[in-house]
């Protein structure tokens, strides 16, 4: 009998276009586990904001996985930090679908610390365990960005709730398991390491030639590829300042992809316009692209054109973007921080370097170019590794093992058997904005 699971992720829809604000390794996450995940034997519904009035409320999205977009807020991006106010409703939506629909969840995963609250208000009304991955933590987040932080200062004691309400936690790698042990007294017992993985159906070697052909770049050049969120706490700017080392390499280029726009707006975007204007200050405006957004299908053809990947943000929980870039057979050169130093192997796949070091990572890009053997064999060991460790495959199976260790212990209360109490409080909490959900 197949095992019906709701996966929570209220500002990452697996349908999102990735490369904005709020779209990134959370998206992908959601989207790549659940695929996985069916072919183990789950019904899989994900549930997400809706931001668009044109949305349906649920899409099939492939066998075995829907979509449902729930009312919570305005029908409109919302930044993720000003979501927190409109979780009770989310929270109301959903058991009200669950109800309707009579829908017996074995168990709920919740992706951030908003589907947490959502997870945790879902046990308390109906009895489905849940298991959570923070993807991220706010004390974590505060030590780096400090008052530039915009989350509500809420999300602590909600952080540290669910850190002692949920059935299970799963920390993406070992930095993130000590944080949660350190900042938040989380007992070990009750956390799992489970990484992030990567598609081997959307990224995998290709000709170098044939890449760079298909975006127009030359064979001669030495070419350095930026990838992701367009955000101050990735390091781009770092990046960029790097450039200024490398100006005895002939015909080199950095590739910054992503943004909101397919096209850099610099007038639109502040953080853009901000990194363009310290390349100029850098004498590297020469250098450096700025190429803007691009889709899932396009994003290999730049791992695969380059040389190396680079990813020096001031933190990073996990960072699926360097495993993208190893399963094309492209090395990476990353911080030595959270979940790069745990999937990038120093000297073997890849360098790490201390964030905020431009001249640091100069010099290991340096050594990565100036020996065509030590070049070969970090592309070698990067494919390699990637495959064995952090397929989603391997991932969904882990996950699987532990839904099994959650729900193998946990008697759960069909949802069909709401109490009365709980129905009057839902009717209540919805009054006259019930919403009928039209299920294919």
Not at 41 to 51: M, P, S
Not at 102 to 130: C, E, T, W
Not at 215 to 231: A, N, P, T, Y
Not at 304 to 315: E, G, L, N, R, V
Request: aromatic share 10%.
């Amino acid at each position: 009998m197949k095992k019906r699971i709701a996966f929570i992720s209220e500002h990452a829809s697996p349908l999102a276009v990735l490369g904005g604000v709020d779209s990134g390794g959370q998206n992908v996450y959601v989207a790549e586990i659940c695929k996985s995940l069916t072919q183990l034997g789950y019904l899989i519904d994900v549930f997400t904001r809706r931001d668009d009035e044109s949305l349906p409320q649920v899409v099939c999205w492939l066998p075995n996985i829907r979509v449902v977009h729930l009312d919570a807020g305005p029908a409109r991006e919302v930044p993720k930090e000003a979501l927190l106010g409109y979780m009770e409703e989310f929270t109301g939506s959903m058991i009200h679908f669950i109800h309707q629909y009579q829908l017996d969840y074995d168990l709920v995963h919740a992706n951030f610390f908003m589907s947490g609250l959502v997870a945790s208000g879902i046990k308390k009304r109906l009895g489905i365990p849940y298991v959570i991955t923070f993807h991220a933590l706010g004390k974590i987040r505060m030590i780096h960005q400090k008052e530039k932080d915009a989350f509500p200062a809420e999300r602590l004691d909600i952080e540290q709730m669910l850190v002692n309400d949920a059935d299970f936690i799963i920390a993406e790698c070992p930095q993130d398991k000590q944080d949660l042990i350190q900042h938040y007294h989380a007992n070990p017992s009750r956390i799992t390491i489970i990484p992030c993985g990567f598609s081997s159906e959307e990224f995998y070697p290709y000709s170098k030639v044939k890449a760079r052909q298909r975006l127009g770049l030359k064979m001669d050049e030495v070419v350095l590829l930026q990838l992701g969120r367009v955000v101050p706490r990735k390091g781009i700017d770092n990046v960029i300042r790097a450039m200024r080392f490398l100006k005895n390499i002939p015909r080199i280029k950095l590739l910054v992809v992503g943004g909101s726009e397919e096209k850099p707006d610099f007038a639109k975007d502040a953080e853009l316009r901000r990194l363009k204007d310290i390349a100029e200050l850098e004498e590297v405006s020469a250098a450096v692209e700025f190429v803007g957004r691009r889709n899932r299908q396009q994003l290999r053809y730049y791992y695969q054109a380059a040389d190396f990947f680079i990813s020096t943000p001031w933190y990073e929980p996990f960072g699926i973007t360097p495993l993208e870039a190893m399963a094309c057979g492209t090395p990476v050169v990353g911080s030595d921080v959270g979940g790069i130093k745990y999937t990038v192997l120093d000297g073997k796949t890849g360098f790490l370097v201390p964030p905020h070091n431009p001249k640091a990572l100069a010099e290991a890009l340096m050594e990565g170019v100036s020996c065509p053997e030590k070049y070969r064999q970090l592309c070698q060991n990067a494919l390699k590794h990637v495959n064995e460790n952090f397929t989603w495959e391997y991932v969904a199976e882990k996950a699987h093992q532990l839904y099994d260790k959650v729900t193998s212990r946990t008697q759960i209360k069909p949802v069909y058997l709401l109490h009365v109490e709980q129905s009057k409080k839902l009717r209540k909490h919805q009054g006259s904005n019930t919403v009928t959900y039209a299920i294919p």
